[in-house]
């Protein structure tokens, strides 16, 4: 599955392995479909990397943290961003 152009800081799958995300130093966060190994989508809104990704259960929403310090929510299925959480001092893990 080719895509990122960074290094890949993060993967995680949601609960119905409906989908593979990926966030990568090359800002980014990519959806894809595990199924065909397709890229469904490319979430972009970061001017730095995504150090971390959190999938809420019932796959509705995701939260990734990125190395500017933000927290960015996104409707996954909407493939949309939500919000941007500004004021972290520092990013560690969602």
């Known amino acids: 599955m080719l895509g990122h152009i960074s290094t890949v800081e993060s993967v995680t799958i ?3 392995n409906k989908f593979i995300v990926s966030g990568s130093y ?3 966060l990519r959806l894809w479909n595990p199924q065909d ?5 490319v ?3 970061y001017t730095s ?3 971390c990704i959190a999938i809420t259960s019932e796959n509705k929403f995701m939260t ?3 190395y500017n310090n933000t927290v960015h ?3 996954l299925q909407e493939k949309c961003q939500e919000a ?5 001092k520092g990013m560690y893990a969602l």
């Open 14 to 16: 949601t609960s119905d």
């Open 26 to 28: 090359d800002s980014t």
């Open 37 to 41: 190994k397709l890229q469904e989508a």
């Open 43 to 45: 979430l972009k809104s």
């Open 49 to 51: 990397g995504v150090k």
């Open 64 to 66: 990734s943290g990125g």
């Open 73 to 75: 929510v996104w409707n």
């Open 84 to 88: 941007v959480l500004k004021g972290h």
